[in-house]
Every structure is written in C-alpha cells, then in structure tokens.
C-alpha cells in the first residue's frame, strides 16, 4: 500500500489542525460512548447511515444510490446505473472515465495505488476555483485518540493558495462541513461520513473567485455563487457517530458532495430537475434575467429570459416581508432569482431601489 518511491517525491506544503470535541457532548450519544470517541459532527447528522450496510461502489447507481445492473453501464464497464435515465443524467463520470482498457487496472477517479505516500494518506477530491473537473489528491491524515487533534497535510499547491489565514496563528481559516445530514439522491446510501473543507478564501466573495468546478455542473445562472476551493474527503463511522478512520473517497462520494450544491433549494432554478428529490419537487417558471447585473455576467448568463424549473417551495425568499409583496394582486408568484446571498428585508427605500435590486433578477412561478 506504502511506496518509497511515492513517499519521497511527497512534501507537504499546508497542513492544519482540527481539535474534535468528545461524543458524549452531545445529548443523543449512546451510553457506554465515553473514552477515546470523538466527533467530527452531531451524531444525528449521520441518521440516514444507521442500520446499513457498506456496499461495493459498482454495486450502486452511480447517480442515485440504488442497486444497479449490467444491463446499464458505461462502455468502460466501470460505471454502472440502475436505469436507462440515471446513465443519461450522470454528467460526472463523463468527466473522470478513463476508458475501457485502462479501467481494468485504474478506477475512475483516482490515483495510481503505488503512488500512495504511505499508509496514513487517503485519496480526496479537490473542487479548484479555475478548472471545471474535480481534481483527485492525496491528503494525510492522522488522528490524536488522547486529545481529540486531527492533523490533515496536502502537497497540493492549489490548496495552499487557497489557505489564507484570518490571523498569525500556525492553521489556516477553515470551515469543516458535514455533508451526511443534506438531502440528494446519494445520500440514502451513504453508510460512512462525507465531508466538505472549505479554506478562508470562501470569504472572498468577488466573481474571480467563483468555485468554477461546482458552477460548471449547473447551467449559467441557474446555482448559488460558490467561492473558494473546496477538498472533500470521506471517512468511516463508529455505531455511536463518532468519527472512526479516514477512507479513500469515491466516486458516489463525490457526486453526493456535488449534488449538495447543485441540487440545492436555495439555487435560482434547478439544473437536473429529473435528480431533483426534495419535498414538493420542481415546478416550470420564467427566469428573466438583468444582463447588465455583474454576477449573471461573471455566470456566463446570456438570455433575457429563459424557461426553467423551479423548488416549488422556498425555504428563505417567501419569509421575508419583500417576498409576500411580490405575490399581492399577482396571477403569477414572484421570486428572487438573485444568485448571491442578499437579504431580502422588505424595507422601503426612498427610491425603491431594493425592490428595483430584487425585481432584475426575476423568477415567475406558475399560478
């Protein structure tokens, strides 16, 4: 598993640290939980993973997590879907197949097994702001069980651009988010934790900083603006939630951390409406667009207008007073379709100017 080889060329250019609180800090940890167990999150965020059993990756959709049949596979054979319409819909592994010949001895989406530094580093996928693919990467990982210390290292260099620090201290700013708890076609299989690491540079909310990775798997205009690199890596799990060993990360992996942005509701319109799971489904809508608006320009957005699908209900926009405005005395529902987080107060300018701001970028919704 371990080459000298692979070890010597290896360096470590950023490293960080996360201290993990002890499990039984939280109210649903099973009894008999303490000593040595520690948590990465809230044990109720790995519910869907309870009373499953992990199962080989060509055994399961690759879009959607069902059992999956030969009968629909990629021609590489390595990729393989439970219907005719999830292979249609799979707009990953286009992006990583590595063809017939070659799968037979490298899967998609990875990295040659004999180049794995040593036995504490695990495959993890990086999302660059400037490239569109995901990006396989070796990150090491090794855990303190007495103090609860993660200490993560990466020679890639990206990742090191990406590290801004927020002060002088020896870690970058990071936020570590658990992906387990978020609705997606994936995650009703997900038997192990999938998280995302996002680094300071998140922060840095202007167009040249746009995830374009994740932008890439959306129409222009149609997700969230995401900025900053982003890695995502994979572990598995004790009974009691608490986080157990790292694992490589694979490709159902990846696309569950995907589809948590791509198929997300706070999103302007809904890319794949036929992967679209969450409760009340989608709806057809009109999209109008301001194509003078900086960010539709810095989205590749190029049509005043477009026919889109739609959450047909939104958890944040319908809540504030501007949203409730835009519905009186209409045939049609109004809702932002503003991409950036803004928001929406409702206050009454002098000159309307917010209502004006809310109003250029425009979702109608069928009545």
């Not at 097994?113 to 993890?124: I, M, T, V, Y």
């Not at 799971?277 to 009340?280: D, Y």
């Given at each position: 598993m371990s080459s000298s080889h692979g070890q010597s060329l290896w360096k470590p250019v950023v490293t960080f640290t996360v201290l993990l609180p002890p499990i039984e800090q939280y109210s649903m940890a099973e009894k008999g939980s303490e000593g040595g167990y520690w948590a990465l999150h809230d044990p109720n965020t790995y519910a869907s993973c309870k009373n499953q059993q992990e199962r080989q990756e060509a055994e399961q959709c690759l879009a959607c997590g069902n059992p999956s049949t030969r009968k629909y596979r990629c021609h590489c054979k390595a990729a393989r879907y439970c219907s005719a319409q999830c292979l249609e819909a799979d707009d990953l592994h286009e992006r990583l197949c590595v063809g017939r010949q070659d799968a037979k001895t490298k899967p998609a989406f990875s990295l040659p097994?004999?180049?794995?530094?040593?036995?504490?580093?695990?495959?993890?996928a990086l999302l660059p702001v400037d490239g569109s693919n995901p990006k396989p990467i070796w990150i090491s990982l090794q855990m303190d069980r007495k103090t609860g210390k993660m200490r993560f290292a990466t020679d890639e260099i990206t990742i090191a651009k990406a590290a801004a620090k927020s002060d002088d201290s020896s870690d970058p700013?990071?936020?570590h988010?658990?992906?387990n708890s978020i609705a997606t076609p994936i995650q009703k299989s997900l038997v192990h934790g999938v998280d995302a690491i996002k680094f300071g540079s998140y922060k840095n909310t202007s167009p040249g900083n746009l995830n374009s990775c994740i932008q890439s798997f959306g129409q222009p205009g149609f997700l969230a603006c995401y900025f900053g690199a982003m890695v995502v890596w994979a572990y598995d799990l004790e009974s009691n939630g608490a986080f157990k060993s790292p694992r490589d990360l694979g490709v159902r992996d990846l696309r569950h951390a995907l589809d948590c942005h791509v198929l997300n509701s706070v999103n302007p319109a809904v890319s794949q409406p036929s992967r679209f799971?969450?409760?009340?489904g989608v709806i057809p809508?009109?999209?109008i667009n301001d194509l003078s608006d900086r960010w539709l320009e810095a989205l590749g957005v190029t049509r005043q207008i477009e026919k889109v699908h739609v959450p047909a209900s939104h958890q944040y926009f319908e809540a504030f007073p501007i949203g409730k405005l835009f519905h009186l005395g209409l045939r049609w529902y109004v809702r932002t379709g503003v991409p950036i987080a803004i928001a929406p107060t409702g206050e009454l300018h002098e000159d309307h100017e917010e209502i004006l701001n809310h109003f250029r970028q425009t979702v109608l919704l069928v009545a």
């Open positions: 097994l004999e180049s794995r530094p040593s036995n504490n580093h695990f495959l993890a700013d990071i936020i988010v658990g992906l799971i969450l409760e009340g809508a009109l999209k």
